[in-house]
């Protein structure tokens, strides 16, 4: 395993913006772990159908297509929501099973994990499934074995290096640009958020979080930046982030801010995004590459 090696084939950092979403639960974010134990979670109130079905519709409205990395759990539950991605046209993705952010997990754990979602994954949408996003971009220097297993697994493509440092995640070592993680069982290719190099600063404008804490025009700014380097630029949402009103729990003052803030205007302010780039799908991006 030689991890980033800069080392990429012609056409794999074509210029077009990526929409992905990040199939989840309110209650499945990696900061409510100490919260809500997985043995919770069926108990809890589900809202990760309709808040979906309300991204398909904005997709739908401004003619975007996108890759839905989905969790395993969501789609055994919910198989009818992988239908309704697949047959409008999305991509069907990996997320894991049952969020599991990888350094918390041995191989074996992993293996399986990984496993148990493509299939589940597979059996309900009718698509084959050959992209993975770690959970909370857990694919970090120190788990890069990961990158093996994904391959022996099945996987042909990973977004899961956040080139950003921040404490819970990220790689900061890791190429802004799409690459080749070299495995000992082949090649897993590399599509890391978008990250955009201004003023000595590595700004994140990939989404989530970021979407919500910075103004539109820098996230704006940002992805036509990575666009006009001829990069892709991979931007990321969650279902639970245009959703004001699912149940809060009580947790401390970060994670309050950047699990809560900005969710109301979020719906809108996603549909204006949508509308002034044409977001594409990763295997669209591959198609072309
Ligand atoms: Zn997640």
């Known amino acids: 395993m030689n991890g980033d090696t800069g080392q990429r084939p012609p056409g794999l950092g074509r210029a077009l913006p990526v929409f992905t979403v990040d199939v989840e ?4 974010v990696s900061a409510f772990d100490s919260h809500v134990a997985r043995d919770q979670w069926d108990a809890l109130p589900s809202r990760v ?6 991204l398909l519709q904005l997709c739908a ?4 297509r996108g890759t839905f990395f989905t969790l395993g759990w969501v789609a055994e539950r919910f198989p009818a929501l992988l239908r309704r991605i697949a047959e409008q046209g999305h991509e069907v993705a990996s997320h894991g099973y049952w969020h599991q952010r990888i350094p918390t997990i041995s191989e074996s754990a992993f293996r399986e994990d990984v496993r ?11 698509q084959r499934v050959t992209g993975y996003r770690a959970p909370s971009f857990s694919l970090t220097d120190d788990v890069l074995w990961a990158a093996r297993v994904l391959v022996e697994e099945g996987h042909e493509y990973d977004s899961s290096r956040f080139p950003i440092s921040r404490s819970g995640y990220g790689s900061a070592n890791a190429s802004r640009d799409p ?3 070299h495995t000992a069982s082949g090649p897993l290719l590399e599509y890391p958020p978008a990250v955009w190099p201004v003023a ?3 700004v994140p404008v990939a989404g989530g979080g970021w979407f919500r804490q910075f103004p539109s025009w ?3 700014t940002g992805l036509a930046e990575v666009l006009k380097g001829g990069q892709p630029a991979v931007f990321y949402i969650h279902p639970w982030e245009i959703d004001p009103d699912q149940p809060r729990l009580p947790v401390g003052m970060v994670t309050r801010i950047r699990h809560y803030r900005g969710l109301a205007a ?3 302010r996603l549909e204006v995004l949508l509308r002034r780039f044409q977001f594409r799908a990763f295997d669209d991006l591959r198609a072309s590459a």
């Open 25 to 28: 639960d309110w209650f499945q």
């Open 49 to 54: 159908e309709r808040n979906t079905d309300r």
């Open 61 to 64: 409205d401004t003619g975007a």
């Open 116 to 126: 148990r979602a493509k299939a589940v994954l597979e059996d309900a949408s009718g």
């Open 179 to 181: 690459h080749v993680l």
């Open 200 to 202: 000595g600063l590595q």
């Open 218 to 220: 820098l996230i704006t």
């Open 266 to 268: 979020c719906d809108r």
